[in-house]
């Protein structure tokens, strides 16, 4: 059993930046490929990035490609996202999942566990 606690949601104004941090519970957060996902008000869960358990493979929508980063810390149990130049259309709900799949960590289904979600919201 995984536990996931997002933090670093907040209000930003266009081409800002904000760091997203998932803590995960449990003593096997190593064994687990992470994903951060978002979800808009009135759209479907869509994929943004997601890292291999090593941290060794990243994977990243194109419409954050270049803007966004993944990492994680797996001392420290935790995966981050680094969002740069901030547009009006990030504004949603983030969330960070974790998944034992090493393949289709595009896909929401592939994961086991999901947060919360923390609220990123970027105004013009």
């Known amino acids: 059993q995984v536990q996931l606690v997002e933090s670093g949601g907040g209000l930003v104004q266009a081409g800002g930046s904000l760091r997203l941090s998932c803590a995960a519970s449990g003593r096997t957060f190593s064994s687990y490929a992470m994903g951060w996902f978002r979800q808009a008000p009135g759209k479907e869960r869509e994929f943004v990035a997601a890292?291999?358990?090593?941290?060794?493979?990243?994977y990243y929508a194109d419409s954050v490609k270049g803007r966004f980063t993944i990492s994680r810390d797996n001392a420290k149990n935790t995966v981050y996202l680094q969002m740069n130049s901030l547009k009006p259309e990030d504004t949603a709900v983030y969330y960070c999942?974790?998944?034992?799949?090493?393949?289709?960590?595009?896909?929401?289904?592939?994961?086991?566990?999901w947060g919360q979600g923390t609220q990123v919201t970027v105004s013009s």
């Open positions: 999942s974790a998944t034992v799949e090493t393949g289709g960590l595009g896909l929401p289904v592939e994961y086991d566990y």
């Open positions: 890292i291999s358990w090593s941290g060794g493979s990243t």
